[in-house]
């Protein structure tokens, strides 16, 4: 299951990590989120030992929602050593999810 982060822990566990972090923003009553919801779940299954994948409920956590200017949801930002590296919004595929992340890794 997906770690789910707030606004009180997300600067703490971001620049904290030594590994890459995938930060999904979404909201419950979002069709879309639920989908790539799934996507992620495979994508922590296979990269639990290389990097992080979490949850940020835009609707309870509008302070980091709004640092990083989330507009639309789902919305998908990758960060590496507390620094946001790449972004994603709307849908997309597995692969290009792990190919980013591929890049961060290395």
Known sequence: MLQEIND?????LVSKSDKPILVDFWAPWCS???????LLEEIFTEYHTKALVMKL???KNPKTS???GIRS??????FKNGEKKDMHIG?????EI???LDALIK
């Not at 849908?91 to 692969?95: F, L």
Request: charged share 35%; aromatic share 10%; with cysteine.
């Open 8 to 12: 009180d822990n997300f600067e703490k």
């Open 32 to 38: 879309p989120c639920r989908a790539l919801s799934i």
């Open 66 to 68: 709004s640092k990083y």
């Open 57 to 59: 409920n835009v609707d």
């Open 91 to 95: 849908i997309t595929s597995k692969e």
């Open 73 to 78: 949801i789902p919305t998908i930002i990758f």
């Open 98 to 100: 792990k190919k980013k």
